[in-house]
T-cell receptor
């Protein structure tokens, strides 16, 4: 069974600083996708970044980047130049091809002004 | 595109009543997912459809829950009768089939259900 583990229930970062959120997953598949979703207090699930397992290059979206270590089954999210608007719950998620998402338990990120 | 649309956004009902949640996926998407979010269980899949056909309903809690997708642009999740433990945020999401970016699921705003 696929499992996604986020070992940091809460994290905090100073505004303009960098923070890294951790995620590990367990799978026997070789073709899969990994995602980070952001959930602000509005509860909306917002896609932050996506990584295809068949790609070796780490995905980057502006201030957000990932460190994808396929052999270690690790998928961390780095937020650079943190902003107040980055404060939210962050969920790591795994998806086998053409299948549903499996979510981690989330990390609540606080940004300190 | 308007994104995934869900209605209602909030629903308060009394135990024993029937509740119907609605979802309109992004036009052209052939996968539709229903997820539930609770404090105790986090985000979990209830059911998903491909081309209007249910593929996996193993997450549906019990017979009180049912889901339909009569056409490519509409799906419903029904709870009858509702119970207080059904209180949660229910999300609908959709995606395309294929590889790469198509595998991204886009979520609706959710329906916050409170059963008294």
């Amino acid at each position: 069974a696929q499992t996604v583990t986020q070992s940091q229930p809460e994290m905090s970062v100073q505004e303009a600083e960098t923070v890294t959120l951790s995620c590990t997953y367990d799978t026997s598949e070789s073709d899969y996708y990994l995602f980070w979703y952001k959930q602000p207090p509005s509860r909306q699930m917002i896609l932050v970044i996506r990584q295809e397992a068949y790609k070796q290059q780490n995905a980057t979206e502006n201030r957000f980047s990932v460190n994808f270590q396929k052999a270690a089954k690790s998928f961390s999210l780095k937020i650079s130049d943190s902003q107040l608007g980055d404060a939210a719950m962050y969920f790591c998620a795994y998806r086998r091809r053409a299948n549903n998402l499996f979510f981690g338990t989330g990390t609540r990120l606080t940004v300190i002004p | 595109d308007a994104g995934v649309i869900q209605s209602p956004r909030h629903e308060v009902t009394e135990m024993g009543q029937e509740v119907t949640l609605r979802c309109k996926p992004i036009s052209g998407h052939d996968y539709l997912f229903w997820y539930r979010q609770t404090m105790m269980r986090g985000l979990e899949l209830l059911i998903y459809f491909n081309n209007n056909v249910p593929i996996d309903d193993s997450g549906m809690p019990e017979d009180r829950f049912s889901a339909k997708m009569p056409n490519a642009s509409f799906s419903t999740l029904k709870i009858q009768p509702s119970e207080p433990r059904d209180s949660a945020v229910y999300f609908c999401a959709s995606s395309l089939s294929g590889r790469g970016p198509q595998e991204t699921q886009y979520f609706g705003p959710g329906t916050r259900l409170l059963v008294l």
